[in-house]
């Protein structure tokens, strides 16, 4: 067996963060619209709760990210590298500010906008990092 790193957690609890912040929003953007004709008054119940994990789990996405980037020396990191690393953090700080839009929004307008670009922010964010570890 391979054995553990401290590194190897960093990236495991950045994986796991991702994956509650992104999937919570890919299965919202399912449930929403059909909770919205059978049961609008649970939507609001179903996204206090989802913001009850959703938003701890970025905390632990940031700080994750942040130690993993401390482990790195610029001099190991090429242009290409530093150019996907500028854009996915340009893409992570629109995820964040459309789904404070989103969560704070009271028209149908700033809900949608906000909630859309949150989610499209995400992926994107999300494909560069993997594009970062692969890279």
Excluded at 22 to 28: K, R, V, W
Excluded at 39 to 51: C, E
Excluded at 68 to 73: D, E, F, G, K
Excluded at 94 to 99: C, D, H, L, Q
Aim: no cysteine.
């Amino acid at each position: 067996m391979i054995t553990p790193s401290f590194y190897s957690t960093l990236v495991f609890f950045h994986i796991l963060g991702v994956t509650v912040w992104l999937g919570g929003q890919i299965i919202l953007s399912a449930v929403v619209p059909r909770l919205r004709k059978e049961a609008p008054t649970a939507i609001k119940i179903v996204a206090q709760q989802y913001a009850n994990i959703a938003w701890p789990a970025l905390v632990l996405i940031v700080i994750t990210g942040i130690f993993q980037l401390a482990t790195q020396t610029s001099t190991e990191m090429s242009t290409e590298y530093m150019i996907t690393f500028a854009l996915k953090m340009t893409l992570v700080a629109v995820a964040i500010a459309s789904t404070i839009i989103h969560s704070a929004g009271t028209s149908k307008m700033a809900l949608a906008i906000g909630g859309a670009f949150g989610l499209l922010g995400t992926l994107g964010a999300a494909y560069l990092g993997v594009l970062l570890a692969l890279g």
